[in-house]
């Protein structure tokens, strides 16, 4: 007896191993004690939201006493709180929007799938640079399409013009722009957006369709180095950026995030329209009310890049010290080393052995590495973590 779909149920046998591994560190905590487990699983981020989040709060507690405080709005989102996601995003894209050019989604998550059910036709291919957000699958095939990557430039994990310019056919209609990138955290430069820009033209002119870019950002203020993050509004003529609050306010739970529209994009109106459409009949309906409030009065406040900093700083040593290979991450807050034995599953064995949690690259289409959260996991943990990442890849070199 069929109790779920086929579909479904070949997917389920290939679902998030992030979160199998988070799993098994639940296990592993309730046996040996959480302070004796090294989780760099999940990008769950442990820092608490500005001060500034809870004196939003208790202002919306208060205003829960009017009717139809926390009610429907607009499937769009509240004017107010697009207009002022259109301030914000004006001042850091370098491009003005007004509140009309966004939509408020359900997290960048929620975004990514509205957008795709507004542009894909069942068939329609995607494109990315590999590694990849393992997550980018489901939603491009949620709406029928085609998840193709692209290898990325190998260790350095910068986007390959040229691949990407080889693998866009007449099926192709859309590329996701991952930058500050998951998992690699690298920063995508403007000569890189220039040379796909260049690419991306071509295309659409010998085509004669719009080639969607698709800058998913949610990691934008996970700048560590002060490198430059170009709008790709600037340099792609059919394009979108989706970005969220998880990271910037420490708001993952509450799933709160934005398509913007580049303003003027020929049908750019329509696409909106479009976008609105389906934020309501995927079931998203509108984006949390309590969330949306909570951007009226701290859309422009951020976590601590600091203590990231200090993390990315602390771990790249210990990682250094066990003769693993990596490239620093510029932005986002995950470390992408390459494992010391070609079967990154076996490295990931062994890091389990030693109570420390890792996904394997293959989850991100790149075997060979693996990912290494560091959101959540304390300077004090992560240099108690040193000797335990040094056996483990001593262990598998010996074998």
Known sequence: MELISSEIKECLTHSSAIRKMFEAGMELKQKYGAENVFDYSLGNPDLPPPAKVGKSLERIAAETRQPFSLGYMSNAGYPAARAKLAELLTAEQDVPLKGDHIVITCGAAGGINVFFRAVLTRGDEVLTPCPYFVEYGFYVGNSGGKLVPVPSVDFTFEPDADR???????????????????????????????????????????????????????????????????????????????????????????????????????????????????????????????????????????????????????????????????????????????????????????????????????????????????????????????????????????K
């Open 164 to 398: 990407l310019a080889a693998a866009i056919n007449e099926k192709t209609r859309a590329i996701i722009l991952n930058s500050p990138h998951n998992p690699t955290g690298q920063i995508y430069t403007a000569a890189h957006y220039e040379a796909i820009a260049k690419a991306v033209n071509a295309a659409e002119d010998k085509y004669g369709k719009p080639i969607y870019i698709v800058a998913d950002e949610p990691y934008r203020i996970l700048n560590f180095d002060g490198a430059e993050i170009p709008s790709v509004f600037k340099y792609f003529r059919h394009s979108v950026v989706i970005g969220s609050f998880s990271k910037s306010l420490s708001l993952a739970g509450e799933r709160i995030g934005y398509v913007a529209v580049r303003p003027d994009m020929a049908g750019a109106d329509e696409l909106v329209n479009g976008l609105i459409f389906c934020n309501r009949i995927l079931g998203f309906v509108n984006a949390p009310a309590i969330a949306q409030k909570i951007l009226l009065d701290c859309a422009s406040e951020k976590v601590d890049l600091e203590i990231y900093r200090r993390r990315r700083d602390v771990l790249a040593q210990a990682l250094t010290d066990a003769g693993i290979k990596f490239t620093l991450p510029r932005g986002a807050f995950y470390f992408f080393p390459q494992s010391p034995v070609p079967d990154e599953n076996v490295f990931v064995q062994a890091l389990i052995d030693e109570h420390v949690l890792a996904v394997a690259g293959s989850s991100f289409g790149t075997p060979g590495y693996i990912r290494m959260a560091f959101c959540s996991v304390s300077e004090e943990m992560i240099r108690k973590s040193a000797p335990a990442l040094k056996r483990a890849a001593d262990a598998v070199r010996k």
